[in-house]
């Protein structure tokens, strides 16, 4: 029987970070299964999903808290199979000028209609027409079912022009 884990990961940029990880794994037997990392403001930062023997987990979980005095943290949560989820997969699709509140705003509107964000990707960049800094996001949505998609869209395009940004829903 096989444990599964998330693993959250934090710490100083620099190389040798991800084989740390997975040949910690490696040396539990752990499968490194889906991940997502990236280098945000010189951290390196990422989530991962392991599984494990049973047997292996509490070793394992003791030797990634000892990747923290090589500089890495690690936080290990046991992963408790909620199952699959009901809904429509939709794309939003941001673009707009750089200012606080964007996010929240948005956020905002789709958890007042029980929608999650199961992924969200947002960058700031430089206008290609000016110097101005333009936000940019972009999320993978799961609607639930009977949910009025007229409304939602009508929403985030009052939204939209609140925040004087252009938003697309696929």
């Known amino acids: 029987m096989k444990t599964s884990l998330v693993l959250t990961l934090i710490g100083p940029d620099k190389p040798g970070l991800v084989e740390l990880v997975s040949g910690t794994l490696a040396e539990h037997r752990a499968n490194w299964q889906q991940s997502s990392m990236s280098r945000l403001a010189g951290k390196f930062a990422g989530i991962l999903i392991a599984s494990v023997g049973k047997e292996r987990t509490e070793s394992l979980l003791k030797a990634l808290d000892q990747l923290e005095a090589q500089g ?99």
């Open 72 to 170: 890495l943290k690690v936080i290990a949560e046991v992963d408790s199979g909620s199952g699959e989820r009901q809904g429509q997969a939709l794309t939003l699709e941001l673009i707009g000028h750089d200012k606080p509140g964007i996010v929240r705003e948005i956020s905002r509107a789709l958890a007042k209609r029980d929608i999650s964000v199961d992924k969200l990707e947002t960058e700031v960049v430089s206008g290609s027409m000016s110097a101005e800094l333009l936000f940019k996001a972009q999320a993978q949505l799961l609607v639930p079912a009977g949910t009025d998609l007229d409304e939602l869209q009508d929403g985030l395009e009052a939204i939209a022009s609140d925040l004087m940004v252009d938003i697309t829903l696929d």
